[in-house]
């Protein structure tokens, strides 16, 4: 698939919560040729920040307006200096890279935590001809504006939170069971922190139910040159940006 390198325009930004951020930029060649699942490598132009791109997963593509959607949580130097931008400021953009989603399913549930849900709000978004519900999982009530975000996108939203202040007293792991033996789902869509991605497939397997899992690692290129993202597939070593992010549950033993 071919990848660009271009400079995007920063079309705008705003806060979700204190500390989450939701990018538009215009980049007509990314948003006509993502698809769910990939991700893209960024680098502001200042002068100061570190060499290396980060990779974030594409929140959502507005193809004909030519822009696509990064949520980002502001954690470290190059997402401090990226909520500094403003419209009309430009970013470098390498992508879209990796392999998505599948979506050859009709019933789906998307399960995500914390910035995980980003990619999966893009799939809730294209994923033609099926029935989309979403398992959203937060720490407190103030952290669920995700539900908002999936809205229209969805069937139906189910939130967790931690301490009990909205929707389910737990994590996406305490409602899963009962939510999969209704039996209507034919494929379950994971994304967010490892021990949870773990936990989900875990309740999963049993049931036969496919499981795509999205895996987050640290990337030194995302062109599958460096070997900075491998983990322990069956039989092999996999590179994360390049033969996944995506993968099917089983394919990989230990990430
Ligand atoms: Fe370099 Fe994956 S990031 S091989």
């Not at 893009?122 to 994923?127: Q, R, S, V």
Request: charged fraction near 20%; proline fraction near 6%.
């Amino acid at each position: 698939m071919t990848k660009y390198l271009v400079d995007g325009t920063i079309l705008g930004q705003r806060s979700l919560s204190p500390d989450i951020r939701v990018m538009e930029i215009k980049a007509p060649e990314i948003a006509k040729t993502a698809e769910p699942g990939q991700f893209v490598t960024i680098k502001t132009n200042h002068l100061s920040v570190p060499l290396l791109r980060r990779p974030f997963g594409v929140a959502g593509v507005d193809r004909e307006k030519g822009s696509f959607l990064l949520i980002y949580r502001v954690v470290g130097e190059t997402t401090h200096l990226m909520e500094t931008l403003k419209e009309g400021d430009s970013i470098s953009i390498l992508g879209p890279l990796g392999h998505g989603f599948d979506r050859t399913h009709k019933n789906a549930l998307l399960i995500g935590g914390g910035v995980g849900l980003a990619p999966l709000h893009f799939l809730a978004a294209d994923y033609p001809g099926a029935q989309v519900d979403v398992l959203i999982g937060a720490r407190t009530a103030k952290e669920l504006f995700w539900t908002e975000l999936f809205r229209d996108k969805t069937r139906r939203q189910i939130e967790t939170t931690d301490d009990g202040t909205w929707g389910i007293k737990g994590m996406v792991t305490t409602p899963l069971p009962e939510l999969l033996k209704e039996g209507q789902y034919d494929c379950v869509y994971v994304c967010g922190p490892s021990p949870m991605m773990r936990a989900v497939v875990d309740i999963v397997r049993p049931t036969g139910i496919p499981c795509q899992i999205s895996l987050e690692k640290y990337m030194g290129c995302g062109l599958g040159a460096c070997l900075s993202c491998t983990c322990s597939g069956i039989g092999r070593r996999v590179k994360v940006c390049k033969d996944g992010p995506v993968f099917w549950a089983g394919e990989v033993t230990a990430w």
